[in-house]
């Protein structure tokens, strides 16, 4: 059973910055899809990035240029970092794997099978 514990969230500042980390454990296979979502109040799920099983990484238009995702396979950890934040940035954020799928569009990232618990992340103007 694949398993996500999302950290780093909080509070930043319109133009702030800050970094989300997934741990994940209970797969031996890692070139699988992976990605990120999120979700603000009212508004539907939103896949933000995800990462194919030949690396190769795609990112929504509404964080393209802001957005960094990257993964280590020694620690098992996938990282967002956010820069430039906005306050339509504020959702909470969700880190998620499908190991069905080696290559996904990143609108394909809320139907991933697997997702950790959100971390909250709050941007003010």
């Known amino acids: 059973q694949v398993r996500l514990v999302e950290s780093g969230g909080g509070a930043a500042q319109s133009g702030g910055s800050l970094r989300l980390s997934c741990a994940m454990s209970g797969y031996t296979y890692t070139r699988f899809c992976m990605g990120w979502l999120r979700q603000a109040p009212g508004k539907e799920r939103e896949g933000v990035a995800v990462?194919?099983?030949?690396?190769?990484?795609q990112y929504a238009d509404s964080v393209k240029g802001r957005f960094i995702f990257s993964q280590d396979d020694a620690k098992n950890t996938m990282y967002l970092q956010m820069n430039n934040l906005k306050p339509e940035d504020t959702a909470k954020y969700y880190c998620?794997?499908?190991?069905?799928?080696?290559?996904?569009?990143?609108?394909?990232?809320?139907?991933?099978?697997?997702r950790g618990q959100g971390t909250q992340v709050t941007v003010s103007s």
């Open positions: 990462i194919n099983g030949d690396r190769s990484v």
């Open positions: 998620a794997v499908d190991t069905a799928y080696t290559r996904a569009s990143v609108t394909f990232v809320p139907d991933f099978v697997y």
